[in-house]
């Protein structure tokens, strides 16, 4: 301990402390309520980012969706485009022309959401009309909301 002198007199010198609440012994841990509150937070703030992670989830398979839709749409284009073919022309073998090796695609795109596509058979779309859609198209809102420049 140190000392100091004061008026001749040499005193043991006290530490000063900073006021703190009062705890007992038995107070040191976290009560029961408390510790129930923090889980009940912490249960919250997940069910919270699991949701929001499922919607970001829904919403990028939609956009994937959507962009097989439009490039299979615009490869049916093309394939019409490059035979002279106008819109509701009927190619046998449409399919088979667009999808396959050496084609526009080499294999049909697979809807991320598991969904199925559906092909418009063989006649070229007239404008404004897909040539595959998906089947959560009613459900998941797998539909484009323009395709006037497809």
């Known amino acids: 301990m140190k000392t100091f002198m004061r008026a001749g007199k040499l005193r043991p010198c006290r530490r ?9 012994r038995r107070s040191l841990g976290l009560s029961l309520v408390e510790m129930s509150v923090i889980i009940f937070a912490l ?14 989830l829904q919403g990028s398979d939609r956009a994937i969706c959507i962009a097989n839709i ?7 284009r093309g394939f019409a485009n490059m035979s002279g ?17 050496g084609n ?3 294999e049909l795109p697979v809807c991320p959401a598991s969904g199925t596509y559906t092909l418009g058979g063989d006649q070229i779309p007239d404008l404004g009309t897909l040539y595959m859609t ?7 809102n797998h539909v484009p909301e323009d395709i006037i420049g497809w």
């Open 104 to 106: 526009f695609f080499v």
């Open 43 to 56: 249960v919250l703030l997940a069910t919270l980012l699991l949701t929001t992670a499922r919607a970001w």
């Open 70 to 76: 439009q490039a299979v749409q615009k490869g049916v």
């Open 85 to 101: 073919l106008g819109p509701g022309e009927t190619v046998s073998g449409l399919e088979a022309k667009v999808v396959g090796a």
């Open 16 to 24: 000063l402390e900073l006021a703190r609440p009062f705890r007992s």
């Open 134 to 140: 998906c089947s959560f198209e009613p459900t998941l």
